[in-house]
């Protein structure tokens, strides 16, 4: 295949005119049907006996399809081994052009990475919070943790507070009957402040037998995407009422071996480890932001147009998505509209920048991702999300796990470039009270969604309450160019 350059009057772009001959194409088009002929099978025909002629008035089009997507691959690897500098990003974009003179042109547009200067992360200073758990929090999960797990009895009577309630119940998602969420036999504790609090209202002063219709709107923030600043419709029936024995709600080494801990200041250990785990996350995105800010006061270069285009682009759908989810008459505040599309173009820029940085120390430094490694840590991770989304995400992996791998592979790239990073700064540990480090915590879940241009699924949440589950504490006793290439 004859390759040139051409000119292309746009940065980090490099254009390029492929030819085929038309004759050696479809030399090989018939040898491929001669390939395939053995192995085809049509009705009225003896298994391997298909005339070629059939096969071509058949199938002849969709080969060809396949033939020139072959011919647009072969094209992308002779460019890029013949021009070893280049280092694109995303897919070249390809065109075929009108035959001329008897051949098959295409055009290949590659983008490439600006030019990004090294630079010397050792006298980079990460201040990483350090959070003591104050006896009065420790408590107060102790106290929850008692109640919670105190022995129950059912009764017949109306439900109360401190109840375990076991109900059936269906939710109608924004008056569309199509999107729906529900349960069987599901049990929630009255006041354990596990569901919304006008949820669990509802559920107070009810019998065995009792069906009741009640609406319940969901905050902006909630981590289950679909139902995240909609009004539910819910019908519920109660199936059991279990009395929670007020005796077992004191905090002694009976709670304790109640858990599975040999005493009480054993199960306060398990407690605050607990706590501090669930903190964590936060600060390792704490952590990452002190990372970027550093990245976008150090770093400067030209970012590509066209990429910052797809990136807001990318944002702006999610955020009009939104918009229409939550009936939001654009109309009636263009002024806001077109501050929000400055704010998410900066958003966008800053995305990209960091982005390009992250790919470049990677490249440099030969970090990459162990596809099996990952596989397995987001099999591990699925426990995490509500039994619908585990259901799907384990279908995914079973049915296209390299589809799943790629989703998850930016963001495995990404921990693993900061942890790379990590060991070539200073770390100084900073002290913060429990509640700084919660209004922080909220604080990032905002600008993640804000970022996102959505409401995301966020594992911070759960230090919001700080509560603890007695369950785990029972428990506790370079690629694209590389595939073009080869």
Do not use: C
């Not at 746009?10 to 002929?37: G, R, S, V």
């Not at 909609?230 to 109640?258: G, Y």
């Amino acid at each position: 295949m004859e390759i040139q350059k051409d000119s292309l009057n746009e940065e980090f772009a490099h254009k390029y005119i492929a030819t085929m001959p038309q004759a050696e194409f479809d030399d090989n088009f018939e040898k491929k049907l001669t390939e395939i002929a053995p192995k085809i099978k049509m009705d009225g025909f003896r298994d391997g006996n298909v005339p070629i002629k059939v096969i071509r008035e058949k199938h002849g089009e969709q080969i060809k399809r396949e033939m020139l997507a072959n011919v647009a691959q072969n094209a992308i690897k002779q460019i890029l081994d013949e021009n070893e500098n280049i280092r694109p990003i995303g897919a070249p974009r390809v065109n075929f052009l009108p035959n001329e003179n008897d051949n098959i042109k295409l055009e290949v547009n590659i983008f490439t990475a600006p030019d990004i200067e090294v630079k010397d992360f050792s006298h980079m200073v990460i201040k990483r919070p350090q959070v003591d758990i104050p006896d009065n929090t420790i408590q107060e999960n102790l106290t929850n943790l008692a109640r919670r797990t105190a022995p129950v009895e059912e009764v017949k009577r109306k439900s109360k507070e401190n109840d375990v309630i076991v109900i059936d119940y269906e939710g109608i998602v924004s008056d569309n009957k199509e999107n729906t969420i529900k349960a069987k036999d599901f049990r929630i504790g009255l006041g354990d402040k596990a569901m919304l609090p006008e949820f669990e209202k509802n559920l107070e002063n009810l019998e065995v037998g009792d069906k009741k219709n009640f609406d319940v709107t969901f905050p902006d923030t909630h981590s289950a995407k679909n139902i995240a600043g909609q009004k539910v419709n819910f019908s519920i029936e109660v199936k059991k009422i279990l009395e929670r024995k007020k005796e077992n709600f004191s905090v002694n080494d009976e709670l304790a071996k109640r858990l599975k801990q040999d005493n009480l200041n054993n199960l306060k250990n398990v407690v605050v480890a607990q706590i501090q785990n669930s903190l964590l996350p936060v600060i390792r995105q704490i952590v990452k932001r002190q990372i970027f800010d550093w990245f976008d006061k150090q770093y400067s270069f030209p970012l590509p147009q066209r990429l910052i285009d797809a990136e807001f682009s990318d944002i702006w759908k999610r955020v009009q998505n939104e918009m229409s989810k939550r009936n939001v008459e654009k109309d009636k505040f263009p002024d806001a509209e077109e501050k929000l599309r400055t704010q998410y173009r900066a958003i966008a820029e800053r995305r990209l920048k960091t982005g390009l940085i992250l790919a470049d120390i990677a490249r440099r430094n030969g970090i990459a991702v162990n596809d099996a490694e990952l596989l397995n840590s987001i099999k591990a991770r699925i426990g995490n999300r509500p039994n619908q989304q585990q259901q799907q995400l384990l279908a995914r992996i079973d049915k296209r796990p390299q589809s799943v791998l790629a989703e998850f592979r930016p963001q495995a790239l990404e921990e693993n470039v900061v942890e790379y990073i990590l060991n070539k700064v200073s770390i100084e540990n900073e002290k913060i009270e429990l509640d700084d480090m919660i209004k922080r915590a909220q604080e990032l879940k905002k600008e993640t969604q804000l970022q996102l241009g959505d409401a995301q699924e966020n594992n911070d949440s759960s230090i919001e309450n700080k509560q603890n589950s007695a369950a785990a504490i029972q428990h506790q006793g370079k690629k694209n160019k590389k595939r073009w290439r080869n």
